[in-house]
């Protein structure tokens, strides 16, 4: 079995690959999932770890001595967040941890590198069953964690938004505007069709015969397609 060293290193240097250099928070967290994913799937952690519920998330001092380790045998030191500069560390290639391991960590860098340092403690936090099952200061049991040779979902669930409902009230008055809306929809349609009739255009020619009106025809014409008032003799400008 690697050692925790071994796993740490090959953890840092697949973030490095990634361009992804993260914060000491982020990766004890990442450390503390390569625990948990591991359990998942055999039954048992990947390091010899004992991880802690501590303030708000889980902790250990052997992941503060693996990880001081680290940057002294490569040269760099640790931030609490996440450089937005990637500085450059020589890693040297670590060997293969297996393909268990080796998914594991590809799984969890692939998955948090591109979100917010927040995101890794809010899952790490809220959704393991060791942190879930302890109180602050707790050391943190493995045994709750499910067997179930699966690694986790770690975006979480969308949730759906409530429906918006009106009140019964409004609804009602809605569906009677609505109807009222369709009715006049349909009179307009109906004196349009009839605007373009004969009767109609005959209707309009004895007015202005009848009346001797000054006015001229084309302000009687409404809405009158172009054919209908070249039949008048009306200009359409």
């Known amino acids: 079995m690697p050692s925790r060293q071994e796993i740490a290193a090959t953890l840092f240097a697949r973030c490095l690959e990634h361009e992804h250099k993260p914060g000491k928070v982020q990766f004890t967290k990442y450390l503390y999932l390569v625990d948990y994913c591991h359990w998942r799937l055999k039954g048992r952690k990947a390091t010899d770890i004992e991880w802690l519920f501590h303030h708000y998330g889980p902790w250990s001092p ?11 045998t490569l040269g760099f030191s640790w931030r609490e967040e996440e450089e937005p500069v990637l500085q450059y560390v020589r890693v040297e290639e670590p060997g293969s941890l297996g393909l268990t391991l080796e998914g594991i960590i590809k799984r969890i860098v692939t998955f948090f590198k591109d ?6 403690v809010e899952f790490a936090y809220s959704q393991t069953e060791p942190m879930l099952n302890a109180k602050r ?5 493995f045994k709750v964690v499910p067997v179930d040779q699966s ?15 009106l009140a019964t009230g ?3 008055k809605m569906v009677a505007m609505q109807a009222k809306a369709g009715k006049l929809r349909q009179q307009a349609l109906e004196r349009q069709r009839f605007r373009e009739t004969p009767d ?6 004895m007015l202005a015969v009848e009346s001797h009106s000054a006015e001229p025809v084309p302000a009687l014409r409404g809405h009158m397609s ?9 200009s359409p400008a």
């Open 226 to 234: 172009r054919s209908v008032l070249e039949d008048l003799g009306a």
């Open 115 to 120: 979100h917010e340092p927040m995101v890794v």
């Open 62 to 72: 052997a992941a503060e001595e693996c990880m001081a380790d680290l940057s002294s």
């Open 137 to 141: 200061g707790d050391i943190l049991d």
């Open 151 to 165: 690694l986790p979902e770690f975006a979480p669930a969308k949730v759906k938004p409530p429906q918006f409902a």
């Open 170 to 172: 409004i609804q009602e």
């Open 200 to 205: 109609y255009r005959t209707a309009l020619q």
